[in-house]
């Protein structure tokens, strides 16, 4: 029975480069949330997806980031031309439908931008 | 702006005694809480949830919600060295696409 997974786990890029973050979630779940979580600081959302469809992206950079979570295959978030702000962990959590305050969530990705 | 409050310690306690955590937001109609524990480099695992007034007991752990104070606290008997992480609270707004609310975490330090 496994649980949502996220990779890579670790990704370095240089300014300039795309990062790209993939979400599998957990068997039955339709939806996918990502998160991000600075040193120091609590977990900001960033966008809520259903298969095919972006639910709320309210707390997405208007520039740069892009999420996508296709009829088939893993969530993706997007990251162009990265710069050393983007440097967090990215965590991927999901839900079963209708319930979104029962999240769990993926191990992480931890960005590094040089 | 709904926001959640923490205070980020560390808090430091011994082993066996009662660590208490406490988390207080600004949506008065919030509906549903949470509190998800996070070690070192790793990712939050939901712990609690609580949603009416009053204390939710799951073995070591208690939620206490007081909505009229818009506080919810987490209280860990018999802490233990394994307990040591910080602990986010969270809360689901009243409206919008009802996504959780994260608060920035209190670090939690079980001293043997």
């Known amino acids: 029975n496994a649980g949502v997974m996220q990779n890579p786990r670790h990704l370095v890029r240089r300014r300039g480069q795309e990062a790209r973050l993939r979400c599998s979630p957990m068997?039955?779940?339709?939806?996918v949330y990502w998160y991000r979580q600075l040193p120091e600081e609590g977990l900001k959302f960033m966008v809520y997806?259903?298969?095919?469809?972006?639910?709320?992206e309210s707390g997405m950079p208007k520039e740069r980031f892009s999420a996508e979570f296709p009829k088939e295959g893993p969530s993706i978030l997007r990251i162009q031309q990265v710069v050393r702000g983007d440097s967090a962990a990215y965590f991927c959590?999901?839900?079963?439908?209708?319930?979104?305050?029962?999240?769990?969530f993926g191990p992480g990705t931890r960005l590094t931008v040089l | 702006q709904k926001e959640v409050e923490q205070n980020s310690g560390p808090l430091s306690v011994p082993e066996g005694a009662i660590a208490s955590l406490n988390c207080t937001y600004s949506d008065r109609v919030s509906q549903s809480f949470f509190w998800y524990r996070q070690y070192s480099g790793k990712s939050p695992e939901l712990i609690m949830s609580?949603?009416?007034?009053g204390d939710k007991e799951d073995g070591r752990f208690t939620a206490q919600l007081n909505k009229a104070s818009q506080y919810v606290s987490l209280l860990i008997r018999d802490s233990q060295p394994s307990d040591s992480a910080t602990y986010l609270c969270a809360v689901r707004p009243s409206g919008g696409s009802y996504i959780p609310t994260f608060g920035r975490g209190t670090s939690l330090i079980v001293h043997p």
């Open positions: 997806l259903q298969k095919e469809n972006i639910i709320d």
């Open positions: 959590a999901s839900s079963p439908q209708g319930k979104t305050d029962t999240q769990y």
């Open positions: 068997k039955g779940h339709s939806h």
């Open positions: 609580i949603y009416s007034n």
